[in-house]
């Protein structure tokens, strides 16, 4: 195959689908998202049969436990698409809309319209349920987009891009407003990253690895998050049964996704009282605990070095450090952060007004599991990705992060004096 070609042709078909998607009304996207919902609901056997197979090779290949766990298709996976997909559908549709309208000194009228980006690369690893995610998400903000899965996943991905075909096709819509790219040749990355004629931004989802990757040699804008360190901080003034929860939530609920804790920081006057319990209770689930000096006076652990506390384990194992206060926390959290997603557990309110103000994470939450950071619990219905970035989308980005805005000058004949 000639990549190059093969790519070219891609992007043309997906700038001349971003054309009429962008002027499709909302009814007919809905019954398009609807459409898909119910060609996946009948063709779940293939989806499951394909995905055998990728998880037979993965397996063969050596791929570990975490993840098997994202690459894996199953009944329960397949409701959450076509939930997804549902309520994707049900959302308010923010292509179009007019906003901030104010007249000017001059007579015209001044207005903001949201619209599309245009055309979307998405390059993800894994998990093929973001095939659904993302072309519900960009069909819906009006965006044509090419996806690009990764090789673990390719008969996966294949079968979901049936059952898509099929609900554009039922609905008149182009079916190259979505489009998976076929090979699993890794040059088909380096053409799509640097596309600036046909592709209007890059949203990466995978490992650390891809997405330095990505940032370094992309020529197409992209919205990324390298790392997801997240934090769990037990103030001295939580409920410690509640803390208990979160912190147990937040590490072992799944491991390897981007929202798990992968530190856990405990003041250090209820260190003694939570440690013990949460340590039993890890260890029940086949955590590995890496602690400081004055975690392991407390609980039985292995020592955690310097590289811990800047590691996305992704894996059950979680480093823990004993802190004297919110402060050392929050300080802890700027030095090794990612920016993705951090907890405290307080009834303080002083103190989490100041954790969340002071924090800079794309999510900061108060007495709740690092887990919600998600955009399906945000109710976004899915999500493109989840962004560290500050500029133009943050945190999970749903449909208004898949569109921007425009001037619109309403006039009445004025002429510039």
């Known amino acids: 195959m000639d990549i190059t070609s093969y790519m070219t042709e891609l992007g043309k078909q997906a700038r001349a689908a971003a054309r009429l998607i962008a002027t499709a009304n909302s ?77 000017r000194p001059s007579g015209i009228e001044l207005a903001k ?42 008969h996966s991905n294949r079968a979901i891009a049936e059952c898509i075909s099929l609900g554009l096709a039922e609905t008149g819509l182009p079916e190259a407003a979505v489009q998976v790219i076929e090979t699993t040749d890794r040059a088909a990355v380096g053409e799509l990253i640097t596309m600036t004629e046909y592709v209007d931004v890059i949203v990466p989802r995978g490992g650390k690895s891809l997405i330095e990757r990505i940032s370094r040699e992309a020529r197409v804008p992209v919205i990324k998050h390298l790392d997801g360190i997240c934090h769990v901080y037990i103030d001295d003034k939580a409920n410690l049964d509640m803390a208990f929860n979160i912190a147990l939530n937040a590490k072992t609920h799944r491991y390897g996704v981007c929202n798990a804790m992968e530190t856990l920081l405990v003041a250090e006057a209820v260190a003694p009282d939570i440690l013990p319990r949460l340590a039993d209770a890890y260890r029940a689930k086949g955590v590995e605990l890496r602690g400081c000096e004055k975690t392991r006076a407390i609980i039985d652990c292995l020592p955690a070095s310097e590289e811990d506390w800047s590691t996305e384990y992704l894996a059950p194992i979680l480093s823990i450090k004993v802190v004297a206060n919110m402060d050392e926390a929050m300080d802890h959290i700027a030095n090794y952060g990612s920016h993705h997603t951090e907890a405290i557990v307080t009834n303080d309110e002083a103190r989490s007004s100041r954790f969340i103000t002071e924090v800079d994470s794309s999510s900061v939450m108060i007495n709740a599991s690092t887990r919600f950071a998600d955009g399906f619990e945000y109710g976004l219905g899915a999500e493109i990705g989840i962004s560290t970035d500050k500029i133009h989308a943050r945190g999970p980005v749903g449909l208004e992060g898949l569109t921007s805005q425009k001037w619109v000058v309403y006039g009445h004949g004025e002429i510039r004096q």
């Open 27 to 103: 009814d007919t996207k809905n019954a398009a998202l609807l459409a898909i919902a119910r060609a996946i609901d009948s063709h779940r056997n293939d989806l499951l049969a394909a995905n055998a197979s990728d998880m037979e090779n993965g397996r063969a290949n050596g791929l570990d436990a975490a993840l098997l766990d994202r690459l894996e298709l199953n009944e329960a996976r397949i409701n959450a698409m076509i939930e997804g997909l549902k309520q994707v559908a049900e959302l308010p549709d923010p292509t179009g809309v007019i906003s901030d309208r104010q007249v």
């Open 113 to 154: 319209m949201r619209v599309p980006l245009g055309v979307v690369g998405i390059i993800y690893e894994s998990r093929p349920n973001v095939t659904v995610d993302a072309a519900s998400l960009c069909l819906k903000s009006g965006n044509a987009t090419i996806l690009r899965g990764g090789s673990e996943a390719i």
